[in-house]
């Protein structure tokens, strides 16, 4: 269990500032303090227990970090905020290891919710690649099995495909004669649709189900800024926003900062694919004084390239090895792709890409060096996951100075299955975070959550070790790819700060510096590596004010 931590001299009105004291608090690699004063939100002061507290004012709150350590508040560079709460009310999937055991689940669930029967079923978090036996894809006769009446859309973990029951495609209207959507494949076979839907025919089918209503989603929002809060979050950098749904998602998130609801930091990363789209909100939403601040923020267009190694549908630029005659899909034609990338650059607006294969990345590359005059990357364009990759598109990344938003939790599943996919030696040089540092990379750290938990310290974990959850391999995965804890805790916190621009105000704990901060259970640069994925936070602050103590 965790502990209390307030010192309540001078507790309630009045207070004038905040000291933490007794603590290990990370400066910056190899230089720790003891305690800091915080005052009106920012770092004031740092240093001692004894020159902190002599500079202490009447009616300052103490915090006693029990000698624990302090870090940064950690800051998920990519994820979908709204995804993690509504991902809590949908049938979860996640480590299910057959066909069967999910009909059973999906009739299960239907029992327990019969608003099913009026919406129908969302599903997600399978993954075929931990099957027993059989490692096959769902598809319509597997769901058929659990209700022929209402739609069903189980979207698979890592949520670039789906299987859908007969009623879904029913009421899609799709046909095996049906024209293929633009970025997208849905399966056919023997002349009919088989139920298997890719990239953006998956958000074709998924719209089968009866959305979720405005309240709803802000309570969604909600669940997943309490999830963030709980294991250490302050700041989240978050694809919630597309051309269908960016006017509520904006409204929503508005909403609760006034309300004083959001509590954490929120950066928009905002999906657009038609022009006019990206120019309407340009011309308006991105101009709203409300994103001035340091809470909720404007920020790049993110595009999609590609899709996942787990469904075969990142971009590559030869044949899968476990799937002859297929390279994947390629989500958005180069040439919208330059013409979004353009009107992004015109507008000083930063550009970010999902990118997982080495064709999608490579490609993202050629559209980003078109925008970039001198070949300075002075907007910050990003590729996001950046996972399949060879030592010459390491360093043509580094050479360019493309950030990376990775994920090194990926790992957990993916370890597994990249050398049958792409072959060993790509597999050697893939999820290459820590030759990516070296070259010279800035490389920030998220979970794509909910694709993976948004725990930090399970992907700190990841990255340090090259390990599964399991433990496993005990060497460690292509382990000339790891980073040291400090480098971890850096790319979670510095890099993800500067790749929103705010290096000089967050991602550090240095006097000016916003006083987000986390004290965890442990000391997390002296515990046995394996250790670092059970690190909890017991007090997260965001701005001076604690948003989340564990009991």
């Known amino acids: 269990m965790g502990r209390h931590f307030f010192a309540r001299s001078g507790w309630g009105d009045g207070i004038v500032d905040t000291i933490i004291k007794n603590g290990k608090i990370y400066i910056e690699r190899g230089r720790f303090a003891e305690a800091l004063r915080i005052s009106d939100g920012v770092v004031a002061s740092m240093g001692t227990d004894d020159e902190i507290l002599a500079s202490a004012q009447q009616g300052c709150r103490v915090i006693d970090a029990g000698g624990r350590t302090v870090l940064p508040g950690m800051n998920d560079s990519h994820m979908h905020l709204s995804y993690v709460g509504e991902w809590l009310s949908t049938l979860d999937l996640a480590g299910i290891r057959s066909p069967d055991e999910i009909v059973k689940k999906g009739r299960e669930y239907l029992a327990a919710h019969p608003e099913a029967h009026e919406r129908g079923i969302m599903g997600v978090g399978w993954n075929q690649d931990l099957f027993d036996g059989e490692k096959r894809v769902l598809n319509r006769r597997d769901l058929d099995r659990i209700s022929r009446d209402i739609p069903i859309v189980l979207r698979r973990v890592c949520g670039h495909s789906s299987a859908a029951n007969s009623k879904a495609i029913e009421i899609s209207g799709l046909t095996a004669d049906s024209p293929q959507p633009e970025g997208g494949v849905f399966d056919i076979e023997d002349g009919e649709i088989t139920g298997v839907f890719k990239e953006n025919a998956s958000r074709l089918i998924e719209q089968t189900i009866k959305p979720h209503t405005h309240a709803e989603r802000k309570n969604f929002l909600r669940a997943g800024i309490a999830r963030c ?46 022009e006019s789209d990206l120019l309407e909100y340009l011309k308006t939403e991105r101009l709203d004084p409300v994103y001035l601040g340091n809470m909720l923020t404007a920020g790049p267009l993110k595009l999609f390239k590609d899709g996942s190694l787990g469904a075969r549908t990142a971009l590559r630029r030869e044949d899968y090895r476990d799937d002859p005659g297929n390279r994947g899909v390629d989500c958005l034609p180069a040439e919208q792709m330059d013409r979004l990338c353009r009107i992004a650059s015109d507008n000083g607006m930063q550009v970010m890409t999902h ?150 105000v967050k991602g550090r704990l240095k006097p000016g510096y916003l006083a987000d901060l986390i004290i965890i259970d442990r000391d997390i640069f002296s515990i046995p590596p394996d250790e670092i994925k059970d690190v909890k936070a017991d007090l997260t602050m965001a701005g001076g004010e604690v948003i989340y103590e564990r009991g």
């Open 229 to 274: 809060k709980s294991v250490g979050l302050t700041s989240v950098q978050s694809n919630d926003a597309s051309e269908k749904t960016s006017g509520e998602t904006f409204a929503m998130l508005k909403e609760l900062f006034a309300d004083e609801e959001l509590q954490i930091r929120y950066r928009h990363q905002i999906t657009f694919l038609e």
């Open 355 to 504: 990118a997982i294969g080495d064709g999608a990345i490579s490609q993202t590359l050629d559209a980003y060096a078109k925008i970039m005059p001198g070949g300075r990357n002075a907007l910050r364009h990003a590729v996001n996951h950046c996972q399949i990759t060879d030592m010459p598109l390491l360093r043509r990344i580094a050479d360019m100075g493309v950030l990376v938003m990775a994920q090194p939790i990926f790992i957990n599943t993916d370890l597994h299955v990249i050398a049958a996919r792409a072959g060993q030696e790509m597999a050697s040089t893939s999820y290459a975070f820590g030759t990516l540092e070296r070259l010279g990379a800035h490389v920030s750290y998220g979970t794509d959550s909910p694709i993976e938990d948004c725990d930090p310290f399970k992907c700190i974990y990841a990255a340090v070790t090259r390990k599964d959850l399991n433990g496993t391999p005990p060497g460690g995965y292509a382990p000339d790819g790891r980073v040291d804890v400090a480098s971890a805790v850096d790319a979670y916190t510095y890099e993800s700060a500067y790749a929103e621009f705010k290096e000089d």
